[in-house]
T-cell receptor, first 118, second 113 residues
Framework: EPEVTQTPSHQVTQMGQEVILRCVPI?????FYWYRQILGQKVEFLVS????????KSEIFDDQFSVERPDGSNFTLKIRSTKLEDSAMYFC????????????????FGPGTRLLVL | TQLLEQSPQFLSIQEGENLTVYCNSS?????LQWYRQEPGEGPVLLVT?????EVKKLKRLTFQFGDARKDSSLHITAAQPGDTGLYLC?????????????FGKGTLLTVNP
């Protein structure tokens, strides 16, 4: 069964350093998302991406964050200058299309990247 | 700001018991998704409901979407230790944002053998 994959599974970095989190969405999916989950808290939306541009972003997704789809398969999240409070699990998700019904509504999540900023 | 309230937050039961967990909001959702999440892993989709009043079954799990599409429930029959985990509901907005999922905090279920 197709699945979303993410690399690395764990990343430790120093405060102020740049990190790039990578995702390979499910092939033929068109909509891509990043979410984060701080330890013990709920999953929070960061950004959605469609047709090579951001379609929506949350207040968390400030100028330190950027997303890119550099080729036909990868989807990346860059944090330019990490802060301690960026420590969290980061999840990538994808959706096939917007045809009506359950399939078009469903977001499939990857296993996550655990980011620790020291 | 949309909120999804899940209850109970924690539930510990014995193997073989039935249980229901709830997901409630004052907002209307175009769809609602239930996920199960293990520690340190990503949410794994269980079901998506899109029609008010819809009922979906997945083996011993029964999901219902409220008529007004503001709430949902998950009922597990004859729970087994393998059902232990964090159950999350997540709603997609019916107006305004068309992209993001709003998550509840989850119900942490423990099924004791």
């Amino acid at each position: 069964e197709p699945e979303v994959t993410q690399t690395p599974s764990h990343q430790v970095t120093q405060m102020g350093q740049e990190v790039i989190l990578r995702c390979v969405p499910i092939s033929n999916h068109l909509y891509f998302y990043w979410y984060r989950q701080i330890l013990g808290q709920k999953v929070e939306f960061l950004v959605s991406f469609y047709n090579n541009e951001i379609s929506e972003k949350s207040e968390i997704f400030d100028d330190q964050f950027s997303v890119e789809r550099p080729d036909g398969s990868n989807f990346t999240l860059k944090i330019r200058s990490t802060k301690l409070e960026d420590s969290a699990m980061y999840f990538c998700a994808s959706t096939s299309d917007w045809t009506s019904g359950a399939q078009g509504e469903t977001q499939y999540f990857g296993p996550g990247t655990r980011l620790l900023v020291l | 700001t949309q909120l999804l309230e899940q209850s109970p937050q924690f539930l510990s039961i014995q193997e073989g018991e039935n249980l229901t967990v709830y997901c409630n909001s004052s907002s209307v959702f175009s769809s609602l998704q239930w996920y199960r999440q293990e520690p340190g892993e990503g949410p794994v989709l269980l079901v998506t409901v899109v029609t008010g009043g819809e009922v979906k079954k997945l083996k011993r799990l029964t999901f219902q979407f409220g008529d007004a599409r503001k709430d949902s429930s998950l009922h597990i029959t004859a729970a087994q230790p393998g059902d232990t985990g964090l159950y999350l509901c997540a709603g997609k907005n019916s107006g305004g944002s068309n992209y993001k999922l709003t998550f509840g905090k989850g119900t942490l279920l423990t099924v004791n053998p």
